[in-house]
């Protein structure tokens, strides 16, 4: 039996939980992992994007993730998973996410490589074309080639790949939220919204099960 104080306790923490994620539909809105992956960042929220550069919705969805991204809570991380989601051409895409990556020239050209494959329709597919279109864009072609081939990015790339495989990844753009939950949606924007409920979802089970 419910004692007073507990009765309030749970009307509490139930009208605690925000509109949003009350609303959402698993199935619908998304599906729970089984079993959930461990998180590397203690006390936040981590979201994750799986996305491949040789994508077309992938290339949509950049301008609306990043967005979204500068302006995440300090709860919240987010992070990028480049997949080959088994294709060659794609593979060797996510291996030049993660050379530049190593090499520091990331941030510069993330947003060039999206157009130059999709609005200028650039066959950016292979090792040596990669190569000589990042060494047009001001990187060291010698250090992106040893970066593209090293121990270090092949082992992120077997990393984002087997994370592909624990989260039952089947199609890119993809987003989990706390290693717990895959985002579903029929649209971008369904996405967007339902990684906010989501969000909002575990920052009130966390509450309820007293962590911060």
Known sequence: MFTRSALLLTLALVMSVPLRAAQLTEGTDYRTLEPPQHTDTAGKI???EF???GCPHCNEFYPLISARA???PKDVVFKRV?????RTAWTNLAKAYYALEATGDLARLDAQIFHAIHEEHLPLFDEKTIA?????H????????????????NTKLNQA??????????GVPSLAVAGKYVVMGNTLEQLLSNT???IEKVRAERAAAGHK
């Open 46 to 48: 981590d979201v994750i």
């Open 51 to 53: 996305f491949s550069y």
């Open 70 to 72: 500068a302006k995440l």
């Open 82 to 86: 480049a997949t080959g989601m088994g």
């Open 132 to 136: 000589e279109w990042v060494a047009m």
């Open 138 to 153: 001001g990187v060291d072609r010698a250090k992106f080639v040893s970066a593209f081939d090293s121990f270090g990015v």
């Open 161 to 170: 790949e087997q994370m592909v495989e624990n989260y039952k990844i089947d």
């Open 196 to 198: 906010d409920a989501l």
